[in-house]
């Protein structure tokens, strides 16, 4: 992690072929990413968490529909961010530049350390075990055999993200439409037995009826499991220099996807309970499946199939950003010079998407994922909240910057409050969870001061890295990528009046 100026002087034999990522996101498929990234694994994992901690069914679907719209604040929060800040790497990107390197690092190096690790090995595990179900109907899917075939979707799928940016995002466009269909083929199912007159869990009479006495922190622990199924809103911010006309294409794709995505989770749960009784969802570890042995008769095998389709797209799309974290934070100087890179000729950050795809198996071969994502739920929104925190002081910073979004003080203001109230309870019945979160995040802080902010370090250290890079860019063939100004000279001269 050597000083930025001193590594782009590195010479080496790719220097004059420098060339820049590429422009292939549309507004379809910047849709595409953002839904296919929120639809993952966890509408068919966090129902059971919701209902749980919420106690009532009525309540877990409140929980649901204010979880998406606290998604939609924030979403327009970072629609503003975006556009005036119009660079990859999302939270990240936005944060070091408001307020400075450290606490982009600590940002970064939680989610590179953990947060996205864990969340790509919960969808790769989901994927496996679906998979894998029809083979073992009368037990659980052997351990190494889902771990296998988790790393080798993974593998798979950091190959095609290799290859070029086209095919990911081609496969996630077709994945979407796939995992869509899946969810309304639930809903569709779920509305006919409503219609049949199978909806006695949802009478108000009987859906708030409360399994154990409602609390502010178990509340706040359905919110944290609900916000792992829509984690994922804020994913089309790190690709923001591949988006075709971002300020355009940006905040239209969140503003079609939010409120989609809402409306098909708020109905998926309903479908749920409309077959399901309570007991029999909390006694489920797979809800999707338990919902198609139910109602699809025959036709049951049809409910792995889709959630596996359903997660391979979430693997893909996580892929697909994550690298692009990696790839803006070595570009910052916080990571390793040689992850900022892209292959020469498909365009692609191979080094931070190998990264990731390490990271990932890491994860998957240190054993069961599923208890992480309490603590992995509440560093996303550690970060949310520092992120649209960033957004009120860039406002009070700097009044006069050119901004295409210019959003309400409110809707910052009351996310802000949703956010503190939402970590402070959990905090509170979650000690120990949050806790870990807390931690790992804060060791980043002497692996900043070390490796960031102490510039003169033996000289041999800086020969070790060079020699590295050096040839990790004859492996990979990569070379440092131009910046494109196109979208960033008005903002910049904006800055330099402030």
Known sequence: MEDKEKRKKDTNSFKSDRVTLKKEIGLLSACAIIIGNIIGSGIFISPKGVLEHAGSVGLSLIVWVCGGGICALGSLCYAELGVTIPKSGGDYSYVTEIFGGLVGFLLLWSAVLIMYPT???????????????????????????????????????????CSSVRWATRIQDVFTVAKLLALVLIIVVGLVQIFRGHYDALRPSVAFEFSQDPSVGQIALAFLQASFAYSGWNFLNYVTEEIVEPRKNLPRAIYISIPLVTLVYTLTNIAYFSSMTPEELLASNAVAVTFGQKLLGMFSWVMPISVALSTFGGINGYLFTSSRLCFSGAREGHLPYLLAMIHLKNCTPIPALLVCCFATIVILCIGETHNLINYVSFINYLSYGVTIAGLLYLRKKKPNMVRPIKISMLIPIAYLVFWAVLL???????????????????????????????????????????????????VCYVVFPQE???????????????
């Open 424 to 474: 402070g309870f959990s905090l509170y019945s979650e000690p120990v969870v949050c806790g870990l979160g807390m931690v790992i995040m804060l060791t980043g802080v002497p692996v900043y001061f070390v490796g960031v902010h102490w510039k003169d370090k033996p000289k041999w250290v800086y020969r070790v890295v060079e020699r590295v890079t050096y040839v990790g860019q004859k």
């Open 119 to 161: 969340t790509l090995a919960v969808i790769a595990l989901t994927f496996s075990n679906y998979v894998l179900q029809p083979a073992f109907p009368e037990c659980l899917p052997p351990y190494i055999a889902t771990r296998l075939l988790a790393t080798i979707c993974v593998l798979f799928l950091t190959w095609v993200n």
């Open 484 to 498: 494109d100004l196109s979208e960033t000279e008005p903002l910049t001269s904006s800055k330099a009046t402030d």
